[in-house]
């Protein structure tokens, strides 16, 4: 059986509800798990777990234990599943409810006028719950606000059971764990934001929840119970409720949990054969399998024109599908560009349907050749969409041809290492601090149990569990980090290395930017030979390239590296470790390396080395501490201008002159000290090693030195190369922070031409890449996007060009207006213009209306002015402030068709708001990068043209994306407002201009503009 019959068996039609609220590639066994949820929940008995519990939610003023307080208290009496009695109270919290609040609630100040007062209320829940358990959804938000009284003492002596702790260990594979997702996802009752809607919907899912966990492995169940007590974990008393009936079931006798033979017995039976490289099927000398191709094959023009047919392999996936003459002249453009061995790159405007467009000559080749195509995005958001809509409806469409295989592969840290979570489960959960509070590791651990359980080889990007109990850290590994062969659960059982041998057997691997440029740096040791790809979003494949072919040394990576060699604990030292597993106290018989003696000769020898090495780890943690210091001295440099005053970071350009000033030169010489110090370390720790090798029960304490040397090699490299040998190659900068106790500073060296890499790399060793992106093209131009990428510089480089504009009519449904009368950016005068411009357009669009800024404290200071101007009109705006969610954000905005939104550089781009929910786009500066930013000033040394030639063309590709936010399907319209006056004041402003989508342009002063938006909104 192949390793992609998962794959397949994971897109089948939507047959029950949940199916909707599941991971797409969620398992087909597991899938028929949730499935039956619903119907266990009806009949079985859960005995002392809902025989008489009470459901409880509350409302309050907002979220800080604080200052909020409640507002609603809602609690209804559980008996097997009925409702016997409720308690219902409105609360006077003695405070304003904020607005967001109320509209959240329904909660206004009318209703809680003569409620009870908080004690008052407590007093009354307390007297109705009396001592039975307590079930809450996020319970210690509201045991937190009940109990935080005087009155409700008393009910911190009972369990609070916590359904969404339930939800997150029992159904792992949920994109979401909120109320109304499990409502939707097991079709109980409809649940508003009101405490007792809620708590009639927590009753019913309730009992799903411990369906769901009666039905998870007794083993696992049987560890869960033990990770915690119920005065640490009071959700734990159900799984020890289980764990107690399984034992009894099973004569007595307790299911042991081992997560080696869990994790085999789950992938054991896949089978991962590797995919024949294209470049030996092109090789005529090269003797092809059975089963493989002689040559390459792709389809035809024909056969590509035909899947875009009504009832062909596109047109019949969708219900109102309507053929578009761009995308089939994109498709059979990639095709021609495989078929040739040539590069492409294709501007695809908004509609064209990009993505449709190449997998399909990508999957059809991959298929008829047996190769493995690759597709590249800048975004893991979009490879999620690849793979849990796209690809899917192909492979559904191509079922009687055996079906698409494909597989996502992200970077390690986006997989569970199972090695560190054995070494979790050995220590076992315990309370950590976080954010100020004590949390315990359970319901995290558990949960992240649950879901290796329920998994093949997916990433934990869709995990949801509380990272601040567990760091993802812990629980992941880097490239460096990773034993590979020396680690037990290397191969099939590895999710990282198993997801590598999946890929190589895949039809279509889908991967970001990121994973393609590291495996370029790693010598392709990241991804399966892949000689097709396609590169999404490739207007940032040259910042994501420059990113990965940088080097860097940090500080923070230099303690962390010191502390894995000079601690005094041995759980984060390794040469301790050693000392201690092969000491004096270990077995005689263990310590006989075969060229060191035997007994205590080689316990002596041990030591001997060791003391060596644990001599040069606290060497070079000192030299560390004094480089990191000394870094610092850096800021000596910081403009004395007030663009910093408040930032915390800086970031400055390392020119000639501070290079060779006395503050650098002293730097460099603690640089010199350091990687003495790194020398004498590795040549301490590969003796160690080679002494370890051989020995049993060695493997993985060897594997670990021998990373961390890699390690330390490679920062040799790096300071070679920013502090000893610099070369033009580069442009070296200085990320800064001020807090002088805080190290978390570094010193970069950016490549200057990632072109000249990308010919010597990618393009040597591939027969086509494919660029595509609604927005590569400056003023109808493709020269920019050529020379940063390294096109047509080589042989191998050679490309054709093809731009398409939207299949959306972008004149008649985009208007663009630039103010007349609005000040320069750098007048005193522009802030308060802004905010006059900002208040008359959202009142003239009545909301809906989303303000891109450059810059936090311009935002947050529009804000302030903007938010209470619009509350007289009713009309709701919400800012992206520090510390908000910006998933929340965007959840909230796509919901609400009147909310208006305040955001920044996360919602430039990759942020789709079809339809009404966002009428009017407002960029109030261009995003030209900051004129002390380090690439563009080395760029302005060398070139004086520098600013036109990049800094210009990445401004115009930013609007453009911006741009691209506002109109999102055939029925969308709506109004960008470029507020920023030098479109029209600097001869610069065309080429902005003439590269928008729309050529439907207003210059108009604030007045008309916001006439002429309300008169369109009408």
Known sequence: MSGMVNLLAMNTTLTHPVDAFLNEQTPSRVRARYRALSEIAKTDDFGNLDADVVVIDTETTGVSYKSDELTQIAAARMVKGRITEWFVTFVNPGKPIPEEIQHLTNIHHADVADAPTPEEAVQKLVEFVGSSDLVAHNAGFDRYFITKHEAGAPLKANAWIDSLDLARVALPRLRGHRLIDLVHAFGTKESTHRADDDVAATCQVYRVLLAAVKQMPADLIHVIAGFATIEEWPTVKVFQYFDDLNTEANGGKVDVF?????????????????????????????????????????????????????????????????????????????????????????????????????????????????????????????????????????????????????????????????????????EGPKFVEATGQQLHQAPALAALLSFIEQSDYDDMDGLKIDYRRVPRYSVCSTSHECLRRKCPYFGTSCFVHGARLQAQSADVVVTNHSMLFCDLQADGGLLPPIRYWVVDEAHGAEEEGRRAFSVEVSSEDLQRI??????????????????????????????????????????????????????????FAQAVHFYCMHVKDLLYYEPRTGANKGYERIELWVNDEIRHGSIFMQLVDHAKV???????????????????????????????????????????????????????????????????DRFNDKLCAQMMNIGEHLNETLFANTFSIVFTSATIAVDGSFDVFERAMGLNSSEKSQADYLQLDSSYDFDENMTIYVPTDMPEPTEPSYLSKLQKLLVAVHKAQGGSTLTLFTNRREMESCFKVVQPALAADEIRVVCQRKGVSVKNLRDEFVKDEHLSL?????????????????????????????????????????DSRAWAHYVLPDAIIETKQAAGRLIRNANDSGSLVLADHRLVSKGYGKKFLNSMPSKNIKLMTIAQIARDIEERAK
Request: hydrophobic share 40%; charged share 20%; proline share 6%.
């Open 562 to 619: 010191a502390t894995k060699v000079a601690s005094e604990k041995p759980s984060q030292n390794v040469f301790l470790r050693v000392e201690r597993r092969f000491g004096a106290d270990a077995n005689p018989q263990e310590i006989q390396p075969g060229n060191t003696g035997t007994g205590g000769e080689a316990t002596a020898t041990l030591y001997g080395l060791s003391a060596k090495a644990r001599s040069a780890g606290v060497h």
């Open 902 to 942: 305040m955001a920044l550089k996360s919602f430039w781009e990759g942020f789709d708001a079809p339809g009404d929910t966002l009428r009017t786009v407002v960029i109030p500066k261009l995003p030209f990068k900051k004129p002390s930013d380090p690439l563009s000033c080395e760029r302005q040394q060398n």
């Open 674 to 740: 350091l990687t003495n110090s790194v020398e004498q370390l590795i040549t301490a720790s590969q003796e160690l090693v080679a002494w370890l090798e051989g020995l049993e029960g060695a493997a993985a304490l060897q594997r670990e030195i021998a990373a961390t040397t890699l390690e330390l090699k490679e920062l040799l490299g790096a300071c070679e190369t920013v502090f000893f040998s610099p070369t033009p190659l580069y442009a070296y900068s200085a990320e800064l922070s001020k807090t002088r």
């Open 258 to 426: 081992n997560l080696k033979s869990m994790r085999y017995n789950r992938v054991k039976s896949l089978r991962m054969p590797g995919k024949v490289d294209a470049a030996q099927i092109a090789d005529p000398y090269f003797e092809s399998p059975e089963g493989a191709p002689d040559t390459l094959q792709f389809p035809s023009n024909e056969v590509i024109e035909a899947a875009f047919d009504a009832t062909g392999m596109v047109g019949s996936a969708y219900d109102d599908y309507e053929a578009r003459a761009e995308q089939i002249e994109m498709s059979q453009a990639v095709l021609q560009a495989f078929a040739r061995s040539r590069n492409l790159v294709v501007e695809a405007g908004t509609g064209v349907g990009k993505s449709m467009a190449y997998l399909v000559p990508a999957v059809l080749a991959a298929k008829e050749s047996k190769i493995t195509v690759g597709i590249a995005t800048k975004s893991n958001n979009l490879l999620d969409q690849l793979v849990n809509k796209e690809l899917p409806l192909l492979n559904n469409a191509l079922a009687d041809k055996g079906g698409v295989s494909f597989v996502p592969l992200k970077g390690f840290s986006h997989y569970p290492c199972l090695l560190r979570i054995e070494r979790l489960l050995r």
